[in-house]
C-alpha cells in the first residue's frame, strides 16, 4: 500500500476535512478518520491539520496508506434498520431531507455501533447523501441531510453565518428561576480557536426538582446546549457527560434514562432564499418523563 495525495476541486472547497474524509471513505469507521486526523498522518499541503480544517481549493491532502477500504467490514443493514429509523421524513425536495430522528442510533458508525444513521440513509437514498450536522446518540427529532456537494456547502456556510435557528426542548435538574441567555464561548474542539455562541433557555413548565425548557441556538458548537447548561449548574437531566450523575441515580421512578434532549425546530434558507421551517413532535417517551416528574 502507498500514501495517496487527492486534490480538492472547487466542489469541495469550504467543506471541514472531517467530513470530506467521511464520504470519501463511507465504509471506514468515523473512530478511525478521526484517530489518523489527531495523530498527523492526514496532512493538508505538507501539514498537519485539527479536524475542523476547512478545504481550500487545490489543497493537496496526504491519505495514509493505513487508510485501507479493502479490509473493512461490509455494514448489514436490514430493512426493519430502514423502517425504523426512515419511516418519519419530516421534509424532502431535491436538495435536503430532513428526518425526526429516534434516540439510540448514532449518525455516524464507529467501533461499538457500527452501522450509523447516515449509513442507513444512503442505503435508501444513495450514496451522495451527506449530514449537514449532527445530533447525540440519544438526542432526538430534526436532523438534516443533504443530497449533494452543492447544498452541504450552503448549509455549513449559513450554520458558519448563524443564519440558521435551532430550538430544542430539554429537561434541565433543579428549578430555573427565570430565563436566561448564555453567551460563554465554546472552545472544546481547540483552545486556540474560540468560538461564539448564544443559547436562550425559556422556562416552559417547572417539574419536581427540574425544569422543561426550550433553548434557542444559532451556531453549530459541539455539545453547546450541554455544556451552557452545566455551566448555570442545570445541567440537562441524564447527561451522562455534563450531568448531575448523583440526582440521575436518584431518579429511580423514571422509566427512561435517556439525555432529556430533543431537537424540536430548524429554520434555515436554501440555495435559493426559500424558507425551510420544519418541526418534529416530542417523543412518547419524553412526554412520559415530564409526566414522571410532574
Not at 418519519?88 to 430522528?101: G, H, R, T
Not at 444512503?122 to 456537494?149: M, P, S, W, Y
Request: with cysteine; net charge positive; glycine share 4%.
Amino acid at each position: 500500500m502507498s500514501v495517496k495525495k487527492l486534490k480538492v476541486n472547487a466542489d469541495n472547497e469550504g467543506r471541514r476535512i472531517d467530513n470530506y474524509l467521511l464520504s470519501i471513505y463511507k465504509s471506514v469507521p468515523k473512530s478511525k478518520i478521526y484517530k489518523i486526523i489527531r495523530k498527523g498522518e492526514v496532512r493538508v499541503n505538507s501539514s498537519r491539520i485539527k479536524a475542523h480544517y476547512k478545504l481550500c481549493i487545490n489543497d493537496l491532502i496526504r491519505i495514509p496508506p493505513n487508510l485501507d477500504t479493502s479490509e473493512t467490514i461490509n455494514k448489514i443493514i436490514e430493512k426493519k434498520d430502514i423502517k425504523n429509523h426512515i419511516s418519519d421524513i419530516l421534509y424532502e425536495d431535491a436538495n435536503y431531507l430532513i428526518l425526526n430522528k429516534n434516540k439510540g442510533i448514532s449518525v455516524h458508525g464507529g467501533t461499538k455501533h457500527f452501522v450509523g444513521l447516515i449509513d442507513i440513509v444512503r442505503k435508501k437514498f444513495g450514496e451522495n447523501i451527506d449530514l449537514c450536522h449532527r445530533l447525540d446518540k440519544d438526542t432526538t427529532g430534526c436532523i438534516v441531510f443533504a443530497k449533494n456537494k452543492k447544498s452541504v456547502k450552503h448549509f455549513n456556510e449559513t450554520l458558519k453565518n448563524q443564519n440558521i435557528t435551532k430550538t430544542y426542548n430539554a429537561i434541565l435538574v433543579g428549578n430555573l428561576k427565570k430565563n436566561i441567555k448564555i453567551d460563554t464561548p465554546i472552545y472544546k474542539e481547540d483552545p486556540l480557536k474560540i468560538k461564539n455562541s448564544l443559547s436562550k433557555f425559556k422556562i416552559i413548565k417547572n417539574l419536581k426538582n427540574c425544569t422543561f425548557v426550550e433553548v434557542q441556538i444559532y451556531s453549530g458548537r459541539t455539545h453547546q446546549i450541554r455544556l451552557h447548561a452545566s455551566s448555570i449548574n442545570h445541567p440537562v437531566l441524564f447527561d451522562d457527560k455534563y450531568g448531575d450523575h448523583i440526582f440521575n441515580k436518584s431518579l429511580t421512578n423514571i422509566m427512561t434514562k435517556k439525555i432529556a434532549l430533543h431537537s424540536k425546530s430548524i429554520i434555515f434558507k436554501d440555495i435559493s432564499s426559500n424558507k425551510i421551517e420544519i418541526y418534529a413532535d416530542l417523543p412518547q417517551s419524553f412526554k412520559i418523563m415530564i409526566d414522571e416528574l410532574e
